[in-house]
């Protein structure tokens, strides 16, 4: 069992609850610091498996094989192993996001940039009339004459239209 | 800057979907434009993902770290990402703007893109993805064509007291982040959910089970679902966390209505009385 684990890192039981224990744990954690053997292997095996479909296939059939060059935890290996939530989360003794956790859990940035998944993207703007679709266009066309990056003048525009 | 395939080019910029579970997710479609762009700025969830797309385009962003801070309106995120995707189109296009998912779903800042970009004399190419609708069709075995589905985003459904079908399949989306539009990383109380569970009772009876699904991001796992009772909704405030989508399956079936058009629906003749005949569709 992963030291972050028995730390109750996932105790939480809530991707947002255990992301800010990862924060925290992170700096405490044997298994979450920079260039620790497991956190360096998860990444390895995370990037590949995304990227390598061989890799991930051996995974599939043969998980002990596929990973058994890797310094992984026995939780680690067992829930790449499994991809089985519900496994995960016993191992983890919590939620079922505790899976996600699991598999990212030795790489942070990984597990930072799956929340962005988490949070669907939505909002409504209100209606534009005529008078303010005449004052967009105009500025429009003055931040296009701008030199340099041009980033801060759009925000600026987008800003006073909510 | 250079310009790619001979110069010509249909769009400015692009606006594509990544899909879910990473790469094996990506059109050809989409890889082409990536190709075709001289910088990719994306939101994906796997770093990974960029690194794929970075074998597409010499030039990848990635707009998340940027865009997101605690306790924000989500709208200043969007906004960001917007104006960055703006202004590298008018630095050196075609660009894409590329996110998880398909863009058109829950993806505000391809809604303001498109809006926004003809006033700056940019032209925009909307190109789909793999959407988590359709990876939650796979994981809850739903098929639209049988009974139909409505859909709604959990608080637009509460402010505007959306009407509710019973006997229709729903999907209520971002129930986890119900109640605001600011983005927080902080766990929800029970609380959270007395408001929507209040109104979905008026719908559904409180023992009605419910199954909240979060697709999976990862070929090598699997989709999470949670099935609970509409009553004890607010018990799994630690389990509702944002990326989750509930499920709510019909009460019944709704009776058939016309019965005479239902006896009608096999006949041959009844088919030849709404088409053409087979001579006139040649003409």
């Given amino acids: ?162 | 800057m250079s310009q790619k395939n001979g110069g010509y080019r249909d769009a400015d910029i692009y606006i594509v979907g990544l899909g879910i579970t990473g790469i094996e997710h990506m059109t050809r479609e989409t890889e082409a434009v990536c190709r075709r762009s001289n910088e990719v700025l994306a939101v994906a969830t796997h770093p990974s993902i960029l690194r794929y797309l970075n074998t597409l385009c010499p030039k990848v962003t990635d707009l998340y770290a940027p865009s997101y801070r605690e306790d924000e309106h989500r709208g200043k995120a969007y906004d960001t990402m917007t104006a960055n995707v703006i202004a590298a189109a008018l630095a050196h296009p075609p660009v894409t703007f590329a996110t998880y998912g398909h863009p058109m779903m829950y993806v505000f800042p391809s809604r303001q893109l498109r809006w926004l970009a003809p006033y700056f004399g940019l032209k925009v190419r909307t190109l789909p993805g793999i959407s988590s609708l359709d990876t939650m069709l796979c994981d809850l075995g739903v098929d639209p064509g049988a009974e139909g589905l409505q859909m709604y985003e959990a608080t637009d459904l509460l402010i505007r007291q959306r009407p509710l079908q019973p006997d229709v399949p729903c999907l209520i989306w971002q129930v986890g982040t119900v109640e605001s539009v600011l983005f927080s990383t902080a766990a929800s109380r029970p609380e959270r959910f007395w408001r929507i569970k209040e109104y979905l009772l008026r719908y559904y009876p409180a023992d009605h089970e419910l199954t909240a699904v979060h697709s999976s991001m990862h070929p090598l796992l699997e989709p999470t679902t949670t099935t609970f009772r509409l009553g004890e909704m607010e018990e799994h405030h630690l389990t509702l966390h944002q990326g989750l989508t509930v499920y709510i399956p019909p009460v019944g079936m709704r009776p058939t209505a016309d019965k005479e058009l239902a006896e009608r629906i096999s006949s041959v003749a009844h088919l030849e009385s709404v088409t053409q005949p087979h001579t006139a569709v040649r003409r």
């Fill in chain 1, 1 to 162: 069992m992963p030291m972050i684990l028995d730390a109750g890192v996932v105790m939480s039981a809530t991707v947002n609850g255990a992301m800010k224990a990862l924060r925290h744990h992170r700096h405490r954690s044997p298994l979450c610091q920079e260039g620790g053997m497991s956190r360096t292997a998860m990444n390895e095996i995370l990037d590949r498996s995304m990227l390598d479909e061989d890799f991930r296939r051996a995974i599939l059939a043969d998980p002990d094989g596929a990973l058994a060059g890797y310094d992984l935890t026995d939780a680690e290996r067992a829930a790449l192993g499994s991809r089985d939530a519900d496994e995960a989360t016993k191992l983890a003794g919590r939620s079922p996001v505790a899976a996600i956790i699991v598999v990212n859990i030795s790489n942070l940035n990984t597990f930072i940039t799956s929340i962005v998944y988490l949070e669907n993207l939505i909002a409504t703007r209100p209606d534009v009339d005529e008078r303010d679709k005449a004052r967009i266009r105009q500025r429009c066309e003055e931040i296009t004459q701008l030199d340099g990056d041009r980033t801060e003048p759009i925000k600026e525009l987008l800003a006073t239209m909510w």
